[in-house]
């Protein structure tokens, strides 16, 4: 079998396919196990190339630092609650809450509760999840995270009510 890039004899020597005649030829002079492998590679390219993309465009993390007061970056990683460090790597940071958005309790366990951004429904704060530190901030800090697919609260400081 000759080429599959070259095709029959012409008047004076060989034709030579177009790109689509020969990229057929080529899958015809193929195997079945190479087109499967010829066409897995492709796809696999094609999904890395979507990925790298996806990478490129995406924001970077989301920090709940004020970038208006860096001064503060040395005091939030300082901030602790009985579960641990509020900052405890870069992506476990703190989100602003307004005043409308916690409130006290009157219970023990659960002094506060907190409204999350984009969310109505209310979540209790454990004692164990307070920050126990004077809010150098002003404004109240929640650290959310998720516990068996239910919003829970990691570290919260109270806001200062301005």
């Not at 970077?60 to 630092?65: D, E, K, N, V």
């Not at 002003?138 to 068996?148: Q, S």
Request: glycine share 10%; charged share 20%; hydrophobic share 40%.
């Amino acid at each position: 079998m000759g080429h599959p890039l070259v095709s029959g004899r012409a008047d004076r020597g060989w034709v030579i396919l177009s790109g689509d005649e020969a990229m057929e030829g080529t899958l015809r002079a193929m195997g079945r196990f190479e087109r499967s492998v010829y066409i897995f590679v492709g796809i696999a390219i094609g999904c890395l190339l979507i990925a790298l993309t996806l990478i490129a465009i995406s924001p970077g993390p989301a920090s709940g630092h004020d970038h208006a007061r860096p001064d503060l970056d040395s005091w939030y990683p300082t901030l602790t609650s009985r579960k641990g460090p509020c900052c405890d790597g870069p992506k476990v940071d703190a989100t602003h809450l307004d005043d409308p958005d916690w409130q006290t309790t009157g219970n023990l366990d659960s002094p506060y509760r907190v409204r999350l951004p984009g969310s109505s429904d209310w979540i209790d704060v454990p004692e164990t999840a307070v920050v126990h530190q004077p809010n150098v901030d002003g404004r109240a800090l929640v650290w959310p995270m998720w516990i068996d697919g239910q919003r829970a609260v990691r570290c919260f400081l109270p806001g200062t009510l301005s």
